[in-house]
Nanobody
Framework: QVELVESGGGLVQAGGSLRLSCSASGLTFNEYAMAWFRQAPGREREFVAAITWSGGNTYYGDSVKGRFTISRDNAKDTVYLQMHDLKPEDTAVYYC??????????????????WGQGTQVTLAA
């Protein structure tokens, strides 16, 4: 059974930084691309970032390019999202996700079968 567990969310000031982590189990981690999505209240789920199984290629949503960095440690079965220069519009629940097949990467959520429970990121007013 695949399990994804996010951590690292919290309350942060605008301009600040956070690092999210997602620990995976139940899959051969180094065979799966991983992604981060987010969902703000009243809005559709949005693609944030994705990384290939080897970590050699990364992809970002337009709203986070240059501010967020996705990375992974295959020895620890963990994917990270380093967020800098946070803005109020970054407030959302952040989810990590794994796709429905090995060696496959997609930038849209229908292709992802496995999801974590989410971690809340809130920008202080």
């Amino acid at each position: 059974q695949v399990e994804l567990v996010e951590s690292g969310g919290g309350l942060v000031q605008a301009g600040g930084s956070l690092r999210l982590s997602c620990s995976a189990s139940g899959l051969t981690f180094n065979e799966y691309a991983m992604a981060w999505f987010r969902q703000a209240p009243g809005r559709e789920r949005e693609f944030v970032a994705a990384i290939t199984w080897s970590g050699g290629n990364t992809y970002y949503g337009d709203s986070v390019k240059g501010r967020f960095t996705i990375s992974r440690d295959n020895a620890k079965d963990t994917v990270y999202l380093q967020m800098h220069d946070l803005k109020p519009e970054d407030t959302a629940v952040y989810y990590c996700a794994a796709p429905d097949r090995r060696y496959y990467l997609a930038l849209t959520d229908p292709h992802y079968d496995y999801w974590g429970q989410g971690t809340q990121v809130t920008l202080a007013a």
